[in-house]
């Protein structure tokens, strides 16, 4: 019994710390000179965070949100100038570059802390762990970099110092790949209730580009049931199907009503496809980079 206890207690150990990092991640009174918190931290969960941002919030819920730690930093030497410093706590790694992904800018200049973040003259967001960080100024159209970075960089300091990319797009990580590209949808991948979720990103091969994607299932039934379910809807609503299977792994190529030439196949828990194909045999060479990064066989 006492045994039992102290595991139960040493279980509960994190969530006290992450909740006590949520309560000192935002420095205070300030990050810099002249500038220092106007009002006290606020805290936001799932059931108010549309008071903070109205028309967002829903975006953040699939992701795993729970909490929102929130100041705002005032500057002396021009009290309507201020800074919104916003830490998202989301459900894990991969759901903080999955909310960050909706933000992410491709031609702007990187940031350097966190995992991968970006800035502009309005605003500097990056991820770290499991913690997504927003800044962005009001009162002006834009603020020095050196402001930004100053804030940012206090933040990073106070998060755990993983700065890891998620492990799930080293899937996609293939020579065909558009860098920064990376999207992580958390429900309803490419819209279709059935790929419940996965990763997408942009491909070009010789000049072609399309579109890649990775089903996580959580497990090889579960994969196959999705794959069947896909299979079912192009010969309903799609052209030109042609399906091969062998013990372990199936895969067809077919016109999707939405996203034209489609090559998928299931294998193991997932299923690795590309959309939006013109040339099914430079679709069939990315599949091949992706099975590849995946450690899987050749097609039937």
Same mark, same amino acid.
């Given at each position: 019994m006492i045994?039992?206890?102290?595991?139960?207690?040493?279980a509960?150990?994190?969530?006290?710390?992450?909740d006590n990092?949520?309560?000192n991640?935002?420095p205070l009174?300030g990050?810099a000179?002249?500038?220092?918190?106007k009002d006290?931290?606020n805290?936001y969960?799932?059931e108010?965070?549309?008071e903070?941002?109205?028309?967002?919030? $829903?975006l +953040? #819920? @699939?992701?795993?949100?729970d909490?929102? &730690?929130?100041?705002t930093?005032?500057?002396?030497?021009?009290?309507?100038?201020w800074?919104?410093?916003d830490?998202?706590r989301?459900g894990?790694?991969?759901?903080?570059?999955?909310?960050?992904?909706?933000?992410r800018?491709?031609?702007?200049?990187?940031?350097?802390?966190?995992a991968?973040g970006?800035?502009l003259p309005?605003?500097?967001m990056?991820y770290q762990?499991?913690?997504?960080?927003r800044?962005?100024?009001?009162?002006?159209?834009s603020?020095?970099q050196k402001i930004?970075?100053?804030?940012g960089?206090?933040?990073?300091?106070?998060?755990?110092k993983?700065?890891?990319?998620?492990?799930e797009l080293e899937m996609?990580?293939?020579p065909?790949?558009?860098?920064g590209? $990376?999207r +992580? #949808? @958390?429900?309803s991948?490419l819209?279709? &209730?059935?790929?419940?979720?996965?990763?997408?990103?942009?491909?070009?091969?010789?000049?072609k580009?399309?579109?890649i994607?990775?089903?996580?299932?959580?497990?090889?039934?579960?994969?196959?049931k999705?794959f069947?379910?896909y299979?079912?809807?192009?010969?309903a609503?799609?052209?030109?199907?042609?399906?091969?299977?062998s013990?372990?792994l199936s895969a067809?190529?077919a016109?999707d009503?939405?996203?034209g030439?489609?090559?998928?196949e299931?294998?193991g828990?997932?299923?690795?496809g590309?959309?939006?194909?013109?040339d099914?045999?430079a679709?069939?060479?990315?599949i091949?980079?992706?099975?590849?990064?995946?450690?899987?066989?050749?097609?039937?």
């Amino acid at each position: 019994m006492i045994g039992m206890i102290a595991m139960t207690l040493m279980a509960k150990i994190p969530l006290w710390a992450d909740d006590n990092l949520m309560k000192n991640v935002l420095p205070l009174p300030g990050f810099a000179e002249d500038w220092t918190a106007k009002d006290p931290l606020n805290f936001y969960d799932r059931e108010t965070l549309f008071e903070h941002i109205n028309g967002e919030a $829903e975006l +953040y #819920i @699939p992701y795993g949100f729970d909490m929102l &730690a929130t100041v705002t930093y005032v500057n002396r030497s021009n009290p309507d100038v201020w800074l919104i410093a916003d830490v998202y706590r989301m459900g894990s790694l991969l759901d903080a570059f999955g909310i960050y992904a909706n933000y992410r800018r491709a031609k702007a200049a990187g940031v350097p802390f966190g995992a991968d973040g970006f800035i502009l003259p309005s605003q500097l967001m990056f991820y770290q762990d499991r913690y997504f960080v927003r800044l962005q100024v009001t009162g002006a159209t834009s603020l020095q970099q050196k402001i930004y970075l100053a804030c940012g960089r206090a933040i990073a300091h106070k998060l755990p110092k993983d700065e890891r990319r998620p492990r799930e797009l080293e899937m996609v990580r293939i020579p065909a790949l558009v860098p920064g590209s $990376e999207r +992580y #949808i @958390p429900q309803s991948l490419l819209g279709y &209730a059935f790929f419940r979720r996965g990763v997408s990103a942009d491909a070009v091969l010789e000049g072609k580009p399309m579109q890649i994607f990775v089903v996580m299932s959580d497990d090889q039934a579960a994969a196959r049931k999705a794959f069947a379910q896909y299979r079912s809807y192009l010969m309903a609503e799609g052209r030109d199907l042609q399906v091969t299977a062998s013990l372990d792994l199936s895969a067809l190529t077919a016109i999707d009503p939405l996203y034209g030439g489609v090559v998928a196949e299931q294998t193991g828990s997932y299923i690795i496809g590309v959309i939006r194909v013109n040339d099914i045999s430079a679709a069939k060479q990315i599949i091949e980079q992706m099975r590849a990064r995946m450690g899987g066989r050749k097609s039937p």
